[in-house]
């Protein structure tokens, strides 16, 4: 049995939140997403995202919400690197790019 975590959003995060909803059910769909509509959703989080308090309401958040914790990490790769991401996965990542990056130059 999944345990769930509750949240308390305050009314200046419902935005945010909301679209990260949005952005888990895209994430999550079986049925093709058009792409406008995708491009959308992610357009409005990345502005959402830039507007709103960085405090432990936002973090739980992210936690909460992976595909959007996924952006926020991408949004400050150049500050923060893959902060948010498992270790491993973030080496694997780095391993991969560097491997693509090998094969490139070759």
Same mark, same amino acid.
Do not use: W
């Given at each position: 049995?999944?345990?769930?975590?509750?949240? &308390?959003? +305050?009314?200046?995060?419902?935005?945010?939140?909301?679209?990260?909803?949005?952005?888990? $059910?895209? *994430?999550?769909?079986?049925? +093709?997403?058009?792409?406008?509509?995708?491009?959308?959703?992610?357009?409005?989080?990345?502005? *959402?995202?830039?507007?709103?308090?960085? &405090? &432990?309401?936002?973090?739980?958040?992210?936690?909460?919400?992976? =595909? !959007?914790?996924?952006?926020?990490?991408? !949004?400050?790769?150049?500050?923060?690197?893959?902060? $948010?991401? +498992?270790?491993? =996965?973030?080496? =694997?990542?780095? =391993?991969?790019? $560097?491997?693509?990056?090998? $094969?490139?130059?070759?």
């Amino acid at each position: 049995m999944a345990t769930t975590t509750r949240i &308390d959003v +305050p009314a200046r995060l419902t935005v945010l939140l909301t679209l990260a909803q949005l952005l888990e $059910r895209l *994430e999550r769909s079986s049925k +093709p997403i058009h792409a406008e509509q995708y491009r959308s959703v992610v357009q409005h989080l990345v502005k *959402e995202l830039g507007s709103v308090e960085h &405090d &432990d309401t936002f973090r739980q958040l992210l936690s909460a919400f992976p =595909a !959007m914790s996924q952006l926020h990490e991408n !949004m400050n790769y150049d500050k923060a690197g893959l902060c $948010r991401s +498992p270790l491993g =996965a973030s080496l =694997a990542a780095e =391993a991969e790019a $560097r491997a693509a990056l090998s $094969r490139a130059a070759t």
